[in-house]
């Protein structure tokens, strides 16, 4: 009699079923990971990608009509023109320029000092003006609605802990427009490239955002005018 024999057979009937759990665990697994990862190309999310040619775009978003140079347009769906409800743009600091090669390190490593201003023109979407959402919004989140000095000229505010804004810091300044006002990121440990965002009405029936990261904020001013004089420029091309 084969001395292996029963241990065979008792290793028989475990082995087909954790086979099969294993199995169905892993196929799980790729089926979730599928259906719930970030999407990539194909999968309903296009992926940025940047050009230094400088030919002329003609393009609308609602009913503002722009010509814009391609290499400031981020992605290449928008390139093709035409009518379009949003439009993401890409400047380089410190000048505001388009795209170009040299420029490809600040875009994909999202460094602390990455010289990328993110911009964003949306129709369809009313926002209030800054100081509006400032003492309907923002002041009654404050730990101190009377602020600090802050820098670079700015005004600074701290939300309470239980504020949906608790992680960031808001700046307040002035300029000839009227008032300028950023949420940025706080400087924590954990988080490693904080960044400042700015939301305004941009006439037209249209929505203005532009994000920089913090350590550019001492140069808001050169940032506030210059995005203003881009996108004045691509507008008197009608």
Same mark, same amino acid.
Request: overall charge positive.
């Given at each position: 009699m084969n001395p292996f024999?029963?241990?065979?057979?008792r290793r028989s009937g475990w082995l087909i079923p954790l086979v099969v759990f294993?199995?169905?665990?892993?196929?799980s697994a790729l089926v979730l990971a599928y259906y719930f990862s970030p999407a990539g190309p194909g999968r309903g999310q296009e992926e940025p990608a940047p050009t230094d040619a400088t030919r002329t775009i003609d393009l609308s978003v609602g009913a503002k009509r722009l010509r814009i140079?391609?290499?400031? $347009?981020? #992605?290449? %769906?928008a390139r093709r023109g035409g009518a379009m409800n949003e439009i993401g743009l890409i400047a380089i600091l410190p000048e505001l320029q388009g795209?170009?090669?040299g420029a490809a390190p600040d875009l994909t490593s999202n460094a602390p000092d990455s010289r990328v201003v993110h $911009?964003? #023109?949306? %129709?369809g979407t009313q926002l209030l003006p800054e100081q509006e959402r400032f003492e309907r919004v923002y002041s009654t989140q404050l730990d101190d609605p009377k602020g600090k000095p802050g820098p670079y000229g700015l005004k600074q505010y701290g939300f309470r802990a239980d504020s949906g804004y608790h992680d960031?810091?808001?700046?307040?300044?002035?300029?000839?427009?009227?008032?300028?006002?950023f949420l940025c990121a706080k400087i924590a440990a954990e988080i490693?490239?904080?960044s400042c965002m700015r939301d305004l009405p941009a006439g037209d029936g249209l929505s203005l955002s532009y994000r920089f990261k913090r350590a550019h904020l001492s140069d808001w001013r050169k940032i506030d005018a210059g995005?203003?004089?881009?996108?004045?420029?691509f507008s008197s091309q009608e």
């Amino acid at each position: 009699m084969n001395p292996f024999t029963g241990l065979t057979k008792r290793r028989s009937g475990w082995l087909i079923p954790l086979v099969v759990f294993f199995g169905t665990a892993c196929l799980s697994a790729l089926v979730l990971a599928y259906y719930f990862s970030p999407a990539g190309p194909g999968r309903g999310q296009e992926e940025p990608a940047p050009t230094d040619a400088t030919r002329t775009i003609d393009l609308s978003v609602g009913a503002k009509r722009l010509r814009i140079p391609a290499n400031y $347009i981020l #992605l290449a %769906s928008a390139r093709r023109g035409g009518a379009m409800n949003e439009i993401g743009l890409i400047a380089i600091l410190p000048e505001l320029q388009g795209y170009t090669l040299g420029a490809a390190p600040d875009l994909t490593s999202n460094a602390p000092d990455s010289r990328v201003v993110h $911009i964003v #023109l949306k %129709s369809g979407t009313q926002l209030l003006p800054e100081q509006e959402r400032f003492e309907r919004v923002y002041s009654t989140q404050l730990d101190d609605p009377k602020g600090k000095p802050g820098p670079y000229g700015l005004k600074q505010y701290g939300f309470r802990a239980d504020s949906g804004y608790h992680d960031q810091d808001l700046f307040a300044g002035t300029t000839d427009t009227g008032p300028v006002m950023f949420l940025c990121a706080k400087i924590a440990a954990e988080i490693v490239s904080p960044s400042c965002m700015r939301d305004l009405p941009a006439g037209d029936g249209l929505s203005l955002s532009y994000r920089f990261k913090r350590a550019h904020l001492s140069d808001w001013r050169k940032i506030d005018a210059g995005i203003r004089t881009r996108l004045a420029a691509f507008s008197s091309q009608e």
